[in-house]
Nanobody
Framework: QLQLVESGGGLVQPGGSLRLSCAASGFTLDYYAIGWFRQSPGKEREGLSCINSKDGITNYADSVKGRFTISGDNAKNTVYLQMNSLKPEDTAVYYC?????????????????????WGQGTQVTVSL
């Protein structure tokens, strides 16, 4: 059974850091792109970042460029999202998702409809 499980969320103060993990099971990431999204109450799901496991290409939304870094460990079948300089507006539920192919090569990486499989989400709260 194909499954994505996020972890690493929690409460952090403004300016702090968190590293989220997205562990895949039931399939290998070799031919998939993994994207990170977030959603807060009353807002649409926002595409943040993406990595193509096959060619290593990454992409970022302007809102997180320079603060967030995506990386992958194919041996562990896991993708990470390192989040630095966190702000209160980063508070949201964070999701990872998998898309077959090389979606990270274009702006399509931020469209949730491009992805076939989703994790259950992990809460990130940035507050004093």
């Amino acid at each position: 059974q194909l499954q994505l499980v996020e972890s690493g969320g929690g409460l952090v103060q403004p300016g702090g850091s968190l590293r989220l993990s997205c562990a895949a099971s039931g399939f290998t990431l070799d031919y998939y792109a993994i994207g990170w999204f977030r959603q807060s109450p009353g807002k649409e799901r926002e595409g943040l970042s993406c990595i193509n496991s096959k060619d290593g290409i990454t992409n970022y939304a302007d809102s997180v460029k320079g603060r967030f870094t995506i990386s992958g460990d194919n041996a562990k079948n896991t993708v990470y999202l390192q989040m630095n300089s966190l702000k209160p507006e980063d508070t949201a539920v964070y999701y990872c998702a998998a898309a077959l192919g090389l979606v990270c090569r274009s702006h399509a990486f931020s469209y949730s409809g491009e992805y076939d499989y989703w994790g259950q989400g992990t809460q990130v709260t940035v507050s004093l």
